[in-house]
T-cell receptor, first 112, second 114 residues
Framework: KQEVTQIPAALSVPEGENLVLNCSFTDSAIYNLQWFRQDPGKGLTSLLLIQSSQREQTSGRLNASLDKSSGRSTLYIAASQPGDSATYLCAVHGGSNYKLTFGKGTLLTVNP | DTEVTQTPKHLVMGMTNKKSLKCEQHMGHRAMYWYKQKAKKPPELMFVYSYEKLSINESVPSRFSPECPNSSLLNLHLHALQPEDSALYLC?????????????FGPGTRLTVT
């Protein structure tokens, strides 16, 4: 059974800092990995999708990497802003089923 | 347009009520999903529809009844719910089910069962 772990559970940083969020998964037989952002009480916004054959994806200040063999992904946020404050969820899509398996998320607070 | 819409935004219902949640997408996606999310927990898959047919039911109680009347619309019919069913209900869609397709989520319906 796939398990996804996100570290740290919570992170508080000053504005302007670069930061890294970590995601690990137990079964490397995945199709892809998605990073989402969720604001309190809201839906999920897809940030980046990395296919299993890819090593990284970039969108603006965000860069996500994937090391499938070691079961790890990182989300790098450059020059953080208060508007980046949210919960960041990592989810893997594995095998022949349709299921996204989510981590519990990292709650990010960027202080002005 | 990469938007999934959900109505209503909020719903309060008693345990004897019957209500429905609605989800719509116009991206031409052929897979649609219902997830349930409790506070401070990750989303949990409930149902998957592929080409308007139910593909996966994650052992969800029968008081939740999904329906996919056409490729753009997904409903979740609610009847005789319990207070523990209070949660954020999220709809998602992807081009096809399974494989390597990105899932797009709606804003959710906040359900409170009294």
């Amino acid at each position: 059974k796939q398990e996804v772990t996100q570290i740290p559970a919570a992170l508080s940083v000053p504005e302007g800092e670069n930061l890294v969020l970590n995601c690990s998964f137990t079964d490397s037989a995945i199709y892809n990995l998605q990073w989402f952002r969720q604001d309190p009480g809201k839906g999920l916004t897809s940030l980046l999708l990395i296919q299993s054959s890819q090593r990284e994806q970039t969108s603006g200040r965000l860069n996500a990497s994937l090391d499938k063999s070691s079961g790890r992904s990182t989300l790098y946020i450059a020059a953080s802003q208060p508007g980046d404050s949210a919960t960041y969820l990592c989810a893997v899509h594995g095998g022949s089923n349709y299921k996204l398996t989510f981590g519990k998320g990292t709650l990010l607070t960027v202080n002005p | 347009d990469t938007e999934v819409t959900q109505t209503p935004k909020h719903l309060v219902m008693g345990m004897t009520n019957k209500k429905s949640l609605k989800c719509e997408q116009h991206m031409g996606h052929r897979a649609m999903y219902w997830y349930k999310q409790k506070a401070k927990k990750p989303p949990e898959l409930m149902f998957v529809y592929s080409y308007e047919k139910l593909s996966i039911n994650e052992s969800v109680p029968s008081r939740f009844s999904p329906e996919c009347p056409n490729s753009s619309l997904l409903n979740l019919h609610l009847h005789a719910l319990q207070p523990e069913d209070s949660a954020l209900y999220l709809c998602a869609s992807s081009l096809f089910a399974g494989g390597s397709y990105e899932q797009y989520f709606g804003p959710g319906t906040r359900l409170t069962v009294t």
